[in-house]
């Protein structure tokens, strides 16, 4: 069974940096490509980031691009999300998605979701 | 960025109605959009892939339909447990992008 297992989230202050991680199991984690996807409290889903299988192609919004950088460990089956010069904007919570897919270069299609780790960012 | 709008926003149905949402892109996506299903507090997860795939363990009474850019989610026969909020997203081209949501409340 894939689990997908995020964490990392906090309450921080405007400007400031967090590290989101998400420790995957039950699939082969190096075959896949995965993404963060985000929700806002209240609102729908926002795609942040997706990173292909062996971290040659990375992608972001343009609300995140020069602010956020996606990771990957395949030897430890884990995601990451640095966040940097953190905006209320960004507040959300924070999800760790599969792709079915190796590569990034199209829109993802999500096949397993994590629980999310919220963020919060406020003075 | 290819935009997603769905129709409509929420609506009431009755256990056993036919519920239909509505997906229009912004752009021609082909084939390549998906539905989720979202219930409160926990996370999306994939009921139909590529505009008609019905994703593994999904009952049959969830279909979609369309091409192009208007695409259709149909529930036939819904049941106490398909009341949540579905999301339409393509996946034609980056940046992936995801309709508003359309909430199905109980009558």
């Known amino acids: 069974e894939v689990q997908l297992v995020e964490s990392g989230g906090d309450l921080v202050q405007p400007g400031r940096s967090l590290r989101l991680s998400c420790a995957a199991s039950?699939?082969?984690?190096?075959?896949?490509?995965m993404h963060w996807v985000r929700q806002a409290p209240g609102k729908g889903l926002e795609w942040v980031s997706g990173i292909s299988w062996n971290s040659a192609y990375l992608d972001y919004a343009d609300s995140v691009k020069g602010r956020f950088t996606i990771s990957r460990d395949n030897a430890n089956n884990s995601l990451y999300l640095q966040m940097n010069s953190l905006r209320a904007e960004d507040t959300a919570l924070y999800y760790c998605?599969?792709?079915?897919?190796?590569?990034?270069?199209?829109?993802?299609?999500?096949?397993?979701w994590g629980q999310g780790t919220l963020v919060t960012v406020s003075s | 960025d290819i935009q997603m709008t769905q129709s409509p926003s929420s609506l009431s149905a009755s256990v056993g109605d036919r519920v239909t949402i509505t997906c229009r892109a912004s752009?021609?996506?082909?084939?390549?959009l998906n539905w989720y299903q979202q219930k409160p507090g926990k996370a999306p997860k994939l009921l139909i892939y590529?505009?008609?795939g019905l994703q593994g363990g999904v009952p049959s009474r969830f279909s979609g339909s369309g091409s192009g850019t208007d695409f259709t989610l149909t529930v036939s026969g819904l049941q106490p447990e398909d009341f949540a909020t579905y999301y339409c997203?393509?996946?034609?081209?980056?940046?992936?992008?995801f309709g508003q949501g359309t909430k199905v409340e109980i009558k």
């Open positions: 998605a599969k792709d079915v897919g190796t590569t990034v270069t199209n829109g993802g299609l999500f096949d397993s």
């Open positions: 997203h393509q996946s034609y081209s980056s940046p992936p992008t």
């Open positions: 590529a505009t008609s």
């Open positions: 039950g699939f082969t984690f190096d075959n896949y490509a």
């Open positions: 752009q021609s996506i082909s084939s390549y």
